[in-house]
């Protein structure tokens, strides 16, 4: 008998954070200061994120120890399950074997929690008392919610309206942590003011909502800023996922040809990619895929480039692959991937050919989700249904080619929340959004006048 599901002991639960950043063959370009083009020093960021944070940020070593009351919170919930997806595999008829390592056993049902509670820690530890933030699809901030909580910190959320509007009981769950929540754009900030008045009806976008969060925490000297993507400490602190799923795919007897994950800024991706991405660098062959919507496809169709990383200018310049600050994605139902850039690591990494992405439709991704959701009976996240989708396409494909490869994705979170997305698409009204080149060099003049990567 195939065992379905690889459990580890909770005293297998990672100690250390793995850093990419020390085996990478080309490190990320530095982060620059938009006024003056210079790197951004640890002093710049100092007013929003604590210390430690900035100092793992920049950190070269390749393994960073996870603090014990940081490790005695993820014991809650880690070390997560890794399952054989073989019912999935016989719905597709596929020869291929399917893992995939389920992050949706969290509290908040993703997972974001492995770095909110890192992030709420550090902060704590360094005398702050509340955290601004945002949220897309939602997930972040009820993770972010439910670490503050946890560790006895106020909790501010500036949740992205399209998804305010759709998932009512996201904010439910964040408030019974004792989280306060906005729709984004708002009235509370400056940023959020001048958005509303050259469009009083504009959904709101990550890129907006993070431009409130930061303003928030800047003007506040009691407040940090908490991002649950892109930045490199964010995606650090995921790779316990990874770290896990190397350990259960041993014990599995198996070694994956390919690892998927979906992408919006990159942390889920990351924390099961990068373990591996370190096993590729030393030689092993892994096919490593990271899955975008085709409404936002910020990999396969946006340059690498500077750019800011909010729609207000407020961060500094990014080295990334970008859309441009002032993309609005389509209101796709995979909230948490409309993102107008990802994260500085996958980006270098995909210039580099370490990875590769690829973009599809939301019907399609959809169809995947129905598909999982009736062989293995989990709903996934939509975000989550892109890293399944991925991995459909791959076994049909290794069947096409008369391969039989082993495949491991990230089922990143559940989709309890989603439901009405599940609605539009059972009854037919979810659109597909064919985003026109032109749109997408509209958006890109507004990067025309940054400094260029070298
Ligand atoms: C379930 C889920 N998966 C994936 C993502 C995308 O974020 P990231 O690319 O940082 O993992 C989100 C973001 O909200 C999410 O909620």
């Known amino acids: 008998m195939t065992e379905t599901k690889v459990l580890l002991p909770e005293s297998a639960l990672p100690a250390r954070w793995y850093n990419v950043a020390a085996d990478m063959p080309n490190r990320p370009q530095p982060v620059r200061h938009p006024g003056t083009g210079n790197p951004v020093g640890p ?40 399952i054989r997806a073989l019912r999935l595999e016989q719905a597709l008829g ?54 503050c909580r946890l560790l006895g910190l106020e909790c501010k959320v500036y949740m992205v309206k399209v998804s305010y509007h759709q998932k009512p009981y996201r904010r439910s769950m964040m408030e019974t942590w004792g989280a306060s929540v906005v729709a984004s754009p708002s009235e509370e900030t400056q940023s959020g003011h001048a958005i509303l008045e050259a469009d009083p009806d504009s959904p709101g976008s990550l890129g907006i909502a993070i431009s409130e969060a930061v303003e928030d925490a800047a003007g506040r000297e009691d407040a940090a800023y908490a991002l649950g993507s892109v930045l490199n400490h964010v995606l650090l602190h995921q790779t ?4 896990e799923a190397l350990a259960q795919v041993e014990l599995a007897g198996a070694f994956p040809d ?3 994950g979906c ?10 990619a990068f373990p591996f991405i370190r096993e590729k660098i030393a030689g092993k062959e892994i096919d490593v895929l990271a899955c975008e919507p085709a409404a936002c496809p910020t990999l396969t169709r946006g340059p690498f480039a500077y750019d800011f990383g909010d729609t207000g200018q407020l961060t500094p310049l990014v080295p990334m692959h970008t859309l441009g600050h002032d993309f609005i994605p389509a209101g ?12 500085p690591l996958i980006s270098q990494l995909v210039l580099d050919g370490l990875v590769r992405a690829e ?3 939301q019907n399609d991704v959809f169809a995947s989700a129905v598909t999982f959701a009736g062989s293995e009976g989990i709903i996934p996240a939509p975000e989550s249904a892109h890293a399944i989708h991925g991995a459909v396409l791959r076994a049909m494909a290794a069947d096409d080619e008369g391969v039989e490869r082993t495949i491991l994705f990230n089922l990143s979170g559940h989709g309890h929340f989603d439901m009405a997305a599940y609605d539009d698409y059972l009854g037919g009204r979810l659109e597909d959004f064919a985003l026109p080149e032109d749109e997408i060099q509209r958006a890109l003049a507004a990067i025309e006048p940054l400094p260029k990567p070298a």
Do not use: C
């Not at 100092?46 to 100092?55: R, S, Y």
């Not at 949706?104 to 770095?115: D, E, F, L, Q, R």
């Not at 316990?240 to 770290?243: K, L, S």
């Not at 992408?263 to 099961?272: E, P, Q, T």
């Open 43 to 82: 002093d710049d960021l100092a007013p929003l994120f604590p210390m430690e944070l900035i100092l793992q940020e920049v950190s070269d070593a390749p393994e960073i120890p996870i603090p014990e009351p940081v490790r005695e919170i993820l014991r809650l919930w880690r070390p997560t399950p890794l």
């Open 94 to 147: 596929t020869k291929s074997r399917i893992f995939y390592k389920y992050e949706g056993v969290s509290p908040a049902g993703s997972h974001k929690p492995n770095t909110a509670v890192a992030q709420a820690y550090y902060s704590k530890q360094e005398g702050r008392k509340r955290l601004a933030t945002e949220t897309g699809a939602g997930q972040w901030g009820s993770a972010l919610a439910l670490a």
């Open 240 to 243: 316990v996922i990874g770290q």
């Open 258 to 260: 390919v690892v998927i």
């Open 263 to 272: 992408v919006g800024g990159g942390s889920n991706f990351a924390g099961l």
């Open 332 to 343: 796709i139902h995979a909230g948490g991937l409309r993102y107008h850039g990802v994260a």
């Open 359 to 361: 973009a599809y439709a």
